[in-house]
């Protein structure tokens, strides 16, 4: 058995969370601590947080409650930690609380409470760090923080203004992982299209070519790696169509992930979102001229503090008429600090969830026709996992360009022997059912 010290890990949350996860877990392992995935085996745990909702703080608050009975050495970091004092409250032996993007801070609490090894073989650790997700995808964040101030979220109070990775670190760590064998690339951040505008765009070097810190020329190099790179969290500013031109030509995958959230201007006011629902339904028009192809997903909130029928009704409309690929709602749930919190004419709890059901039937409706279009079409998928039917026959579960993992459909591929998660596949559509498809070989 090995000396080395051990630190258990736990990570919850969206995938920022999840990359801030990483790099504490690279560093850790940097450094020669061992990691676990148990508490009762570990020297120290720490515990990576989400604060976004209640239900979020809660099993934050239960995983705290559980290292701590199981190994009484709890260090706490994440989106919670913004809160000390909500977990200080609940769980006073804990060591130590830090806020979200907190690496050094956290490494501070970690050498107090658990000395570094001696010989770290700092050279064990792979270039590409360590990671949580499947070895073929990986999660890019390319900078922390929020510039805009949404009355419903609290982001920017815990994670504070936007601030850009350097356009060269985030090319080399880029590169490191498809060097080390990723097929898909998603880029993550609160704010996807404002990359650099804290830096003024600064200029920056990968591999001694001078690129600005820009998404434009972010998607253009990435582009370049030869994988699949997916676009998150994209804010529809005016510039985001620089960057459909380079979906249309296959340099980075017809997908974008734009949150929406409302089409009522008054609403959108109220929700402090710059962006007006006529120039989105332009946008998306004008995005499809230019690459039909493109997948459109988008996150809405119904039953916002002042949101009338009225309201509610141009919301459906919109979604009539922009035809979106995929779509994720939310009732609205007052969030602890939030400002929304003070609007008046909140919306009582049944008739917010009246309308999301409303909402979903809209869209449900649209989401089936366009996933029942792929059926005959000739996709090229990755393969996520491999599974079992009844028969003991072999499935693939893979994605189609218009699917991220976790959050849209899948394709299931029957006979999938001598083929392996990672792999890039084409495949003929045969079925549809309900955000899924169902697929067999090309010449079938
Ligand atoms: S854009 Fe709005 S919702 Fe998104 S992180 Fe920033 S403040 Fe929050």
Redesign the pocket.
Known sequence: MSDSPKVGFVSLGCPKAGSDSERILTQLRAEGYEISNRYDNSDLVVVNTCGFIDSAVQESLDAIGEALDQNGKVIVTGCLGAKKDVVEEAHPNVLAVTGPHALEEVMTHVHTNLPKPHDPFADLVPKQGVRLTPSHYAYLKISEG?N???SF?I??SMRGDLVSRPIGDVMNEAENLVNAGVSEILVIS??TSAYGVDTKFRKGFWNGRPMRTHMTELSQALGELGVWVRLHYV?PYPHVDDVIPLMAEGAILPYLDV?LQHASPRILKAMKRPASSENNLARIKKWREICPEITVRSTFITGFPGETEDDFKMLLDFLEEAQLDRVGCFAYSAVDGAKANDLEDQVPEEVKQARLSQFMEVQERISAAKVAAKVGSIQTVLVDELTEDDTGNTVAIARTKADAPEIDGVVYLQDADGIQPGDFVDVKIMDASGHDLVAGPPNG
Do not use: N, T
Request: with cysteine; glycine share 0%.
């Open positions: 929020c805009h101030r949404c979220c982001i920017p609160q704010d804010y949150p």
